[in-house]
């Protein structure tokens, strides 16, 4: 396991601009109000509400590493990506079977595309669950709804032939994320400061054939 710029990192998990919310003390707040309403302030950490906190600030950071290093092609993924724009998720659902690739930018290389690999959502009563099938490093979760043309997702990292945890296990497994549906069917999640390697994470689908 990796862990790099953690200065970096630490600077901006406690650091959020002066105009938005933090997360960390809307948990706070509802903590201590005794959890009136049941939201995913229940269920996240404060750890990773920090990391949602940080999220813009590591999205610009590793775009600025990815464009700086990245090959051309990658690049020019990257910038497709970075313009598409945020649709709704009303009305659209997440289950069924799906392409799944990542896109690492930032950190140990500047932008890494892995090839596709397979992903299946399932609703299983109390919402939309994910699991990333295929490949080495996986990933187990839930979402939950964060306004109209956002998610946010909580799920844990394992590696193949491994159990997954249940999230807020700890560091080494704890995943969140932001979850963004783009141009037709296809949608992505958008890691910061994940554990290992890079400053964001991106993990993109598509439906598969």
């Not at 560091?171 to 400061?193: H, I, L």
């Amino acid at each position: 396991m990796h862990r790099i710029l953690l200065p970096i990192f630490t600077f901006a998990l406690i650091t959020v601009p002066a105009n938005a919310q933090s997360l960390v003390q809307e948990k706070l707040d509802m903590e201590r109000a005794g959890f009136e309403k049941d939201t995913v302030m229940q269920d996240i950490t404060y750890r990773d509400a920090a990391r949602l906190d940080a999220y813009a600030r590591m999205r610009t950071e590793a775009f600025r590493q990815a464009r700086a290093g990245g090959a051309s092609v990658d690049v020019a993924l990257l910038d497709e990506i970075d313009q598409r724009p945020e649709r709704s998720f009303e009305d659209f659902d997440l289950t069924g079977k799906w392409q799944c690739r990542t896109i690492k930018t930032g950190g140990l290389a500047p932008l890494v595309v892995y090839d596709w690999f397979r992903c299946q959502v399932n609703d299983d009563g109390a919402g939309w669950v994910l699991e990333k099938l295929t490949g080495s490093q996986r990933t187990r979760g839930r979402f939950f709804t964060d306004g109209d043309s956002r998610l946010i997702y909580l799920g844990s990292y394992f590696v193949k032939d491994d159990r997954p945890l249940r999230y807020g296990s700890g560091r080494n497994s704890d995943q969140v994320a932001y979850v963004f549906r783009g141009k037709d069917d296809g949608w992505r999640m958008e890691f910061p400061a994940p554990e290992r390697e890079s400053v964001l994470d991106i993990l993109e689908f598509r439906r598969a054939p």
